[in-house]
């Protein structure tokens, strides 16, 4: 059963808010419902009002910073944000060019593409379900989606704008200017933008997939094959021991030697918590729809999922900060088969969160 | 042995601190210079406490001038981290009655380990013991269904009426608690009992004692290494190994565990891995499914700690080592806790 949960909307919502409204400011959200409780939960002279918001089974209670409560108003216009790319200094690459929603949220090359074409030196990570990660990028350096959302939009080889910049040209545009008075009660301001960015991508989930409806006990949710490859990734396989909980990562650090090759190595973590056992560690990602967001690694540097197994069987590549937890797993080919089913069957969502751009101002 | 520093009183700067800060109780190092000190046991006769430390198992003995004597010698040296790296031996021990020392190892790789139970008298033998003196043997637990590659890394020990529970870090997937059942007194096979990562979903079982009602274990689970705040408190039912009870603490990496048998506050240290300097010793208060953790001492890499006969607290920590020299401590709480 999908988890339901209220969400206070004091501070942003001065009149009760109507089904019909929310479905018309959600348009392409086709997999989010919003709806209100009823007047008489209201309290009466308090101008607020509750809404609930549907999470996919399978996945936690999505936690919204105090500072940052969920509107429909704010997603939306994040949503907006998030596809323009007038946000970038050639007005060509949005957070979309290189997290597109038909690509598992990332963009299905090794390596980012920003302005003037120019090459990032690590995958996209995808967006889904970041609302549960403790730190945003690959190395962790930031922990909030709100801090996040303003580091590509500054990056030179990104989106290679300075913050006032894009402030000063969304604050040109009527249509942004006044949906942030209306949702933050400022003209355009950076940290309103890290702000309405971080409650779009909030919404977008990935859960209620067959894993989720077997271990509610619909014992037939998943094929024998995705069974057995199950089975294996709790098991044999040892994905679990970094790939665990219901957003499939322990939210920390792992060296598994993936560019460990390289004569200068990218140290990953290391670069910001200067902990020497971090070098050549990168975040663990998500696996929830992971069959949508080839190729793999924080380098993109794997190019299938029987690849990334294939790995993981050699005992990944061994270097001085090897995470302890990576040595050879001996599995055989229908064991690796079997794995890479229960990945793609078994994690993909029922309703993929397959936003389409929404009109821009 | 008798420590240069022992009885060096380290006097909280917080003590001079301005009015509304709660003053940190005063403290007595009684023991320094030890290798990565990281387990506490009383013997309840004379009032001894056994340190587990890097290079074998120590009898601290009490009094004026406290002394340390190595009671149990000759183990490996395994190596715990990627940087900062620590040496580690046997990592954890416990009473059986008042004449059986339990030793868990942590000298050797995975599915090697083992855990000792070590006759001891009332003091410490002319030449240290080694494993070959072992009263019981417990373990290994080899690679096979339960544990991909064997379990290691023992820690922490309870003893309860009926059985022997020591935390595991091997297989990481699981998480496991071994059990050692008793039966006229002897220890019998250590099996794979709990698996705490399934049930909590978070990495590392490490401190473990019993409920003061004895009805419960109580586990930390320490978390990722790298990853703060993730440290979380549990219980579960000893006879069957059911969850009871998950909190998160806030805390970063809790490495033990023990409750005041004065007050029956619960107490622990938190290594704090990624952020040392906010590591210490805390009072963890439980009120239904919240737990709020207070600081009680500042402290350097604790690693673990236990009430005394005398009714204080002794905690050891790694501290930070200077030219490579040991610098673990134990330290008593002067105060009432």
């Known amino acids: ?361 | 042995m008798i420590f240069k520093n022992a009885w060096l009183v380290a006097v909280s700067a917080s003590l001079m601190c301005a009015v509304g800060f709660a003053a940190e109780p005063k403290t007595t190092v009684v023991a320094d210079g030890i290798d990565n000190p990281s387990g506490l046991a009383v013997q309840q006769s004379t009032g001894d406490i056994f340190v587990a430390a890097h290079t074998g198992v120590y009898r601290l003995v009490l009094g004026a001038k406290p002394t340390l004597h190595k009671e149990v010698g000759d183990f490996a040296t395994d190596i715990y981290g990627k940087g900062p790296k620590y040496n580690i031996g046997p990592l954890g021990v416990g009473m059986l009655g008042d004449d059986h020392l339990i030793v868990a190892d942590g000298s050797n790789p995975d599915e090697k380990e083992v855990v000792l139970v070590m006759p001891v008298g009332k003091a410490a033998p002319k030449a240290p013991h080694t494993a070959k003196d072992a009263a019981f043997v417990l373990g290994p637990i080899k690679a096979g269904k339960d544990s991909a590659k064997g379990e290691g890394n023992y820690y922490g020990v309870a003893v309860g009426h009926h059985a022997i529970f020591i935390t595991c870090n091997g297989d990481d997937t699981k998480g496991w608690i071994a059990k050692s059942e008793l039966k006229e007194h002897k220890p019998g096979e250590l099996k794979p009992f709990i698996a705490t990562k399934l049930a909590t979903n978070v990495d590392a079982p490490v401190g473990i004692t019993f409920s003061p009602d004895s009805k419960h274990l109580v586990v930390s689970q320490m978390g990722e290494m790298n990853v703060p705040n993730d440290s979380l408190l549990t219980t579960y039912n000893p006879d069957d190994g059911k969850s009871i009870k998950i909190w998160k603490t806030g805390l970063h990496d809790i490495a033990g565990l023990a409750y005041s048998p004065k007050t029956g506050k619960l107490y622990v240290v938190d290594f704090a891995w990624v952020k040392t300097s906010e590591g210490g010793l805390f009072e963890l208060t439980v009120e239904g499914d919240k737990v709020t953790a207070t600081k009680v001492l500042s402290l350097d890499k604790p690693t673990s700690l236990t009430f005394g006969k005398d009714g204080h607290l002794y905690i050891t920590e790694f501290g930070t080592s200077k030219d490579n020299k040991p610098a673990g401590k134990i330290i008593r709480v002067d105060a009432d806790l």
């Not at chain 1, 988890?3 to 479905?23: K, N």
């Not at chain 1, 920390?252 to 070098?279: Q, T, V």
């Open chain 1, 1 to 361: 059963m999908p988890r339901r949960f209220g969400l206070s909307f004091s501070l942003y919502s001065p009149r009760l808010l109507s089904c019909a409204s929310l479905v018309l400011m959600l348009g392409g959200f086709g997999y989010m419902s919003f709806s209100p409780i009823s007047a008489e939960d209201k309290p009466p002279i308090e101008k607020s009002s509750i809404i609930v918001f549907k999470v996919p089974s399978g996945l936690p209670e999505i936690i919204h910073p105090a500072d940052n409560p969920i509107t429909p108003e704010k997603v939306a216009l994040g949503a907006q944000l998030y596809f323009d790319p007038r946000l970038s200094s050639d007005g060509k690459v949005s957070c979309a060019s290189c997290h597109d929603p038909a690509k598992g949220w990332s963009n299905g090359e090794a390596v980012a593409t920003g302005v003037n074409g120019l090459k990032g030196g690590r995958s996209a990570p995808t967006v889904l379900n970041t609302a549960f990660q403790v730190f945003q990028f690959w190395d962790g350096r930031m922990n909030t989606l709100e801090e996040q959302a303003l580091g590509p939009i500054q990056n030179p080889i990104e989106m290679n704008m300075t913050l006032p910049e894009v402030v000063k040209r969304l604050n040109g545009i009527p249509g942004y200017k006044s949906q942030f008075q209306k949702v933050f009660k400022t003209d355009v301001t950076s940290e309103g933008i890290g702000k309405a960015i971080a409650a779009f991508e909030r919404t977008v989930l990935s859960g209620d997939s067959p894993y989720d409806r077997f271990t509610a006990g619909d014992a037939k949710a998943l094929s024998p094959a995705a069974e057995r490859g199950r089975d294996l990734f709790f098991g044999a396989a040892r994905c679990s021991s970094c790939h665990s909980g219901p957003n499939f990562t322990d939210n920390a650090f792992h060296n598994i030697g993936i560019g460990m090759h390289h004569k200068e190595p990218d140290h990953g973590r290391y670069a910001s918590s200067k902990l020497e056992g971090d070098k050549g560690a990168f975040k663990t990602p998500t696996l929830r729809d992971i069959a949508r967001s080839a190729p793999y690694m924080h380098d993109g540097s794997l190019k299938t999922l029987e690849e990334v197994v294939a790995h993981y069987n050699k005992g990944g590549f061994p270097n001085e900060y090897l995470d302890e937890e990576i040595f050879p797993l001996k599995l055989t080919k229908e064991q690796i088969a079997d794995l890479v089913t229960f990945m793609k069957e078994g994690l993909s969502s029922s309703k993929y969160p397959d936003v389409k751009p929404p009109k821009l101002p």
